[in-house]
């Protein structure tokens, strides 16, 4: 089975996650390939057990007092690059579209 799993990297448990999935889903020979957003690529540390990796900007929420703050999501986001990335991930090639 090939897998397209999205992950949400802003530090809230996403990749704590994917790395405890990743392992199960190995054991049934699953080939996944990873997609990581949230944050630049270079700031992500110890990705080693995800060989088949991508990084996108992707969407960034900005979150007051538990609360979506509609402005300051659209002032942190550039929607042109959100939309070139949704246009470019061609999914048809996958079984599964997992999205954390």
Do not use: C
Request: a positive charge; zero cysteines; charged letters at 20%.
């Amino acid at each position: 089975m090939k897998i397209l799993y999205g992950v949400q990297g802003t530090g809230n448990g996403h990749i704590t996650r994917a790395r405890a999935l990743n392992q199960e889903l190995l054991k049934f020979g699953a080939q996944i390939d990873f997609v990581f957003s949230g944050r630049a690529p270079k700031q992500y540390f110890a990705l080693d057990e995800f060989p088949q990796r991508n990084f996108l900007h992707g969407l960034k929420l900005a979150v007051h007092h538990g609360k979506v703050n509609m402005l300051q999501t659209w002032q942190q986001n550039n929607i042109k690059v959100i939309f070139d990335e949704i246009n470019r991930i061609d999914t048809r090639a996958y079984d599964l579209v997992i999205s954390d």
